[in-house]
Each structure stands twice: as C-alpha cells, then as structure tokens.
C-alpha cells in the first residue's frame, strides 16, 4: 500500500516540481502559439539558407531578430524590478536613444564608419545620464521609483521630440544599418549582440555576489543594509544598466528602418519589459530573479506580437491583448489564487508525511 | 475690526488656511498660480483678462475632473494610470454610437460607465488580489488604449448638431468691454459640481475621513474597524467614472474622438494633484488644492503658447520638472515634520 502510494507522490512531485519552474508556462504559451501560427501554414517554422550569402531566412529569424530589443528592455527592466523597483521609462529612452543617433548621423551626414561609432556612444552616453537622473533620484532621495520613471517616461518623450524639433528624423549610413539588417555566422546581428550582452551580463550578476546582492536588496532592505550591502551603488547601477540596455533597445529599433518615429518608437516598449519579466517568473515584489526567464519571456512576447499580424489583427491592437496576459499573470501571482494552490500542495506534503511514517 | 470677527466665523477654515507645513505645499501652488498671473500680466498682457481665465477654465474642465478623482486615489496611497486610455476609449465608443443614432444622453451615460467598469476591474484587482496599484491600472491602461485601437485607429468626428456638443455652448455671464467677456459653459459648471460634491464627500463625511485613515496607515484603519476594502473599491470606481465623465466633457468641447487621445494626461492629472499639495504616500491633501494644480498646468500652457519661444514639444518636460520638484518639496516637508 506505502510503496504505490509513494511512487505516486514522487510522480506528483516531479510533475509540481517541473510547474514549479517559473518560466515552464511561458515555455508552454510559446509552444501553443507556434502552434496556432502552424495550423495557419504548415510550413511556419520552415528556415531556409540563402546558398549565396549563407543567411538565415524563415518566420522563426524574424522572431528572434524582433526578440533583440525586447530582450534588452527586460533583462535591465528584470534587474530593476528585483530591487523592489519599476523602469517605466524604457520606452521613452529608446526614443531618445534613436533620436540622439539619428540626429548625429543626419546632421554630420558622411555615413562613416566612425560617424556609427559616435552615434552609438552618443546614444549610449545620454541614456546612462537619463538612468544615472533615476538612479539618484531613487536611491539618494528616495522618492518611489514608478513615480519618479513615470516623469522620466514623459520628460523623456518630450525630449525625443526637443532633439528632433518634432520631425521623424531619418539618416543614411550602411554601418548603422547593418547592426539591424546584417549577418553574423547567418543570424542577425542584432540578436548576436543582444545575446552576448546577456550573456557578459549574467555571467556579471550570477558569476560575482552583485545578484545575490540585488536579490537581497529587494527581498528585505533593512536587513541587507544591516548586513552590510549599500544600497546606494547598486540602486544606481541598476537604474543605469537599465536604461543603457534600453538605449541599446533604441538603437536596435531605429537602425532596422533608419528613422526615428518620435511618438511611436519604442511606445508601450515598457508594457513589453513588464509583460517578459512577469511570464519570465520574476515576481513584481522584488526579490528572486531569472534572467532566463525574462529572455523567453521576451521570445515569446516577440512571437505574440508576430502571430497577431500573422493572423491579420491589427497590430495597434496588441497592448490590450499583452493587458490580458498580465493581469492573468498577476491573477496567478496573487495571494489569493496561490493559497488556492497551496492548499491542494499541502495535501500533498501531507500524504507525503504519511508515507513516511508507514 | 473684520479681521476680529472672522476667527470666530469659521475657525476650522481660518486654522486649515494657516501656514504649517501640511499646507506648505498647496499654498506654495496659490504663490506660484498667483506669480504665474502676475509674470504673464506683465510680459505678454491680457493675462488677468476675463477672456483668459474664462478660457482657462473652459479648457482645463476635464483636467479638473480627472484631477478630482485621481485625489481620491492618492490621498489612499494609490496611484491610477488608466485616466488618459480610459478618456479615449470612452469618448471613442460615445461618438461612433452617437453617429450610429442612439439617443445622445443614453450615449454620455454610457461613457460615464465605461470609465466606471474600468475602475471597478482595477479596484477588484487591486483589493481583491493584491495586485500593486500602478501595475494593476497600467494593465488597465493599455488594455483600454488596444481597445479603443481595435475600435478605430482614425478620428472619429462628432456631428456639430449633436446634444452632446450643447454641453460646450458658451454662455455669456458678463458683457464685458470689446472681447473681454466672462463666459462659461455647461462643462465648466460640471467641473465646479464635481469640485464641490468631491470637497463635501472628503471634508464632511465618514467616507472622506476613511480615505484619509486608510492613506495614513491601511493598517491602522483596518484595526480601527473602517471599512477599508469598501472604500478603497469605491475610489478607484470614482476615479474611472471621473474619467469616463473627463470624456464626456472633452468629446463635448472638441467634438473629435481619437484612440490616442488622452496620451500623457495621467501625468498632468497626477502632477495637478502633487502640485496642489496631496501627499504622493497618502493621507493628506486637499481637492481645492488640485483645483488649483490643474490650473497652474493650465495657465503654464497659455503662458508657452503666449511666449513662443519654448517649442510645444518641451511641455511635458516642464510638467515633469515641475511635478519632480513638488516631489522632493514634498519629501523636505515630510522629514521635517518627523524631526519635530
């Protein structure tokens, strides 16, 4: 009677305990939706090799080249929300990253190798000063961080649109270009980069105490100040990986067409961020993060937004589905439906105690 | 002599007008309003006209309305982002079923209570499953925003003799020299009525005094008895349905409705009621002072368009810089009245 008794409960336990990984869900929804894209046109998921250049070409490249900003946003908005914090002004930092380069590019107009250069260090430099502004304006001063990215979301807008007087700025040069529209080993190159930036970035946080450290900030601040972490340097810091990571986002999106739509690039990008960390397992309450999480989290954000085209939505459409999902989640996450979980998880253990003792 | 007999007229408003550090805000936002006045008066003129402050209430009546109604929330410590989206999906809805021929005041009803569904799935998500404020009202935001999209990404445009538009009929109060009238309009005495119930339902009610409690400490005024899921239910329904009102009036005054409109008015409306002196944690605050928060943005946005020289496009970093430096006014107060 014991024997089958606890088999079956080892069976339930691989069963919760493979639920029971933050991110199996998302796994689930992405297969689902490639699922449905399949039943549209079987051969979704076919990838072809141009015998000329080598490249890559098939549905499933253009997910992962649409995963790259995504993946930007939510790896520095993963951080941040393990500190108990929130980046609400991802969006507007792509916008003013795009804006900043192709101003630059536009009004010195030699299309250079170098002019690319300074156009990303450029980009890259205002949005360390715009994330420095939210780091100090948390950390020193204290103020709540959604309040204090929520100006950020809107000043920062409004500065995308003083850099270019209003105008959707365009610029021509084939360097700048290429980190959207070229090749690397056959992937794209933006996808290249944005994976080995995560991957410099994990092995930073997860290789070094610096995780544990933004772990411990967001699970109890009094006691990691007690313990001897400064809050202040790692609030910063993270504020500031953050929104270089966004502005990275910015170059990534504006690059791939040349042209910075100040009212629209990288709009409701912080819903995205949200959305990937959220589906990645990390809770909105700080603590515990999964950088991995937040990846596939932004995968399948980036099939979502394919697979609403795909089916002939219209694309302006999409923030109210990716609502959905997040109240879903938020639903899941809530105390009130876990301890419905929990108490069926109880039961469990408690069989589980049973078997033991027989 | 009436300086005696005031005190004993109205002690409770005299002693809420002295200045202490809870009112420093709200009469820092009097200063800057009045100041405002005056720099404009002598810069550009025309500033303290009847004209322009006619003007500046027509315009600003929906910002007063959604100001209103965001002082419920932050006066309980939350926050509602949903304002803006709520304003374009339901002025979207009430102009293209007006166009379709439904009766014009069952249309405004309508709009009324899409703002008010929005506020019920926000406070239920927020009371009833612990979700933090902002993110349950971002969820909210953008789900109305992708509605109000799949509605129509185009401009819907209100037919001129529609009952709806009558609410934007200026009428004359008094005549006054060339162009100089004082001239309000249904949506102006709309705003003043909202004000007014807002104020009564806040100041002299047990309702008004749970808000505050829960904004003190939720937990205080759970212990106390206060019925604190009811109440924090009840404000963020208020917000919504302020919002769908703020929609009704704005479709009125423009006659236009779009899917992005209302983009970054949650800003504005969060900044007239930081600027008017609400404390951002909760628990003190005034509506009078958001009134006059919103017509502080109001009148900065005269005073640009007046100026010229400041592109349109750097306003909303004014607001932020603006709202920021209330912010930390705030946090100065705030620390100073815990070390006395």
Known sequence: MSIPASRSSTAVRMVTGLFHQPYVWAIVALILLLIVNLTKNPGYLGVSVNPATGNLSGNVIDILRASAPIMMIAVGMTLVIATRGIDLSVGSVMAVAGAVSMEFMNNTGTGSFGTAIVAVLLALGISAVLGTLNGILVSIVGLQPFITTLVMMLAGRGLAKVITSGQNTSATNESFRWIANGTFLGFPVVFVIAVLIVAVLAALVRRTALGLMIESIGINPKAARMAGIRPVGILVSVYIVSAVLAGVAGIFSTASVMTVEVAKTGMTAEMDAILAVVIGGTSLAGGKFSLTGSIIGALLIATLDKTIVYMSIPSSATPAFKAIVIVIICLLQSPRVRSMFNRRRTRVIIAEKETVQA | ?340
Do not use: C
Not at chain 2, 236 to 256: D, H
Not at chain 2, 323 to 328: H, T
């Open chain 2, 1 to 340: 002599m009436t300086e005696l007999d005031r005190p004993a007229a109205a002690p409770s408003l005299l002693s809420r007008m002295k200045p202490n550090l809870e009112t420093l805000p709200t009469l820092a936002a009097v200063a800057i309003f009045v100041a405002m006045l005056i720099y404009g008066e002598i810069a550009y003129g025309r500033i303290v006209a009847f004209s322009t402050i006619s003007n500046l209430l027509i315009n600003n009546a929906y910002l007063i309305i959604l100001a209103v109604g965001l002082t419920f929330v932050i006066l309980t410590g939350g926050i509602d982002l949903s304002v803006g989206a709520v304003i374009a999906i339901s002025s979207l809805v009430g102009v293209m079923l007006a166009n379709a021929g439904w009766n014009p005041l069952v249309v405004m009803v309508l709009m009324i209570l899409v703002g008010s569904v929005f506020g019920v799935a926000s406070g239920v998500l927020i009371q009833y499953f612990n979700v933090q404020p902002f993110i349950a009202t971002l969820a909210m935001m953008f789900l109305a925003r992708g509605l109000a999209s799949i509605l129509s990404t185009t401009p819907q445009r209100l037919e001129d003799d529609s009952l709806i538009r009558t609410l934007s009929t200026q009428w004359k109060v008094y005549d006054g020299p060339k162009i100089d009238d004082l001239v309000t309009t249904p949506n102006v005495l709309i705003a003043a009525a909202v004000v007014i119930v807002a104020f009564f339902l806040l100041h002299r009610t047990r309702f008004g005094r749970t808000v505050y409690a829960i904004g003190g400490s939720e937990q205080s005024a759970l212990l106390m008895g206060l019925p604190v899921v009811r109440t924090k239910l009840a404000i963020y329904i208020i917000s919504g349905t302020l919002a769908g009102l703020a929609a009704v009036v704005y479709t009125s005054k423009l006659g236009i409705a779009q899917n992005i409109t209302g983009v970054g008015w949650e800003l504005d409306a969060i900044a007239a009621v930081i600027i008017g002196g609400t404390l951002l944690t909760g628990g003190a605050g005034f509506v009078l002072g958001s009134v006059i928060g919103a017509l502080v943005l109001g009148l900065m946005n005269v005073l640009i368009t007046r100026d010229g020289g400041i592109p349109p496009e750097a306003t909303t970093i004014i607001t932020g810089g603006i709202l920021l430096a209330f912010v930390l006014l705030q946090r100065f107060v705030v620390s100073r009245k815990r070390k006395t």
